[in-house]
């Protein structure tokens, strides 16, 4: 399996920008797709978004409302809409698949997000 997230830029605030999370490898259908992003100087990958199997979709209470989570079974990629971007959605973002029900998890390379004020 691979991931290719895609669609980064540099974007001023309040401007919108659509992640691409392409995946390989035939497991799409049958897992689960998570966004996560790392902010500069930061240890820890902040869960950001799920799209389950099943079609259940949350968000983190700092995105809600801005970000919309979608995917595309049949093109096996998923989406971040990204609107109304501050200076602190800042940071690289990774999709992540976890097959399910037990695994493995496999990680993309991550794209950079850079919102200026």
């Known amino acids: 399996v691979q991931l290719v997230e895609s669609g980064g830029d540099l974007v001023q605030a309040g401007g919108s920008l659509r992640l691409s999370c392409a995946a390989s490898?035939?497991?799409?259908?049958?897992?689960?797709m998570n966004w996560y992003r790392q902010a500069p100087g930061t240890l820890e990958r902040e869960w950001v978004a799920?799209?389950?199997?099943?079609?259940?979709?949350k968000y983190a209470d700092s995105v809600k409302d801005r970000f919309t989570i979608s995917r595309d079974n049949s093109k096996q990629t998923l989406y971040l809409q990204m609107n109304h971007l501050k200076p602190e959605d800042t940071a690289v973002y990774y999709c992540k698949l976890s097959v399910i029900p037990h695994g493995p998890d496999y990680w993309g390379q991550g794209t950079q997000v850079t919102v200026s004020p």
């Open positions: 490898g035939g497991v799409f259908r049958t897992s689960t």
């Open positions: 799920v799209f389950t199997m099943g079609g259940n979709i």
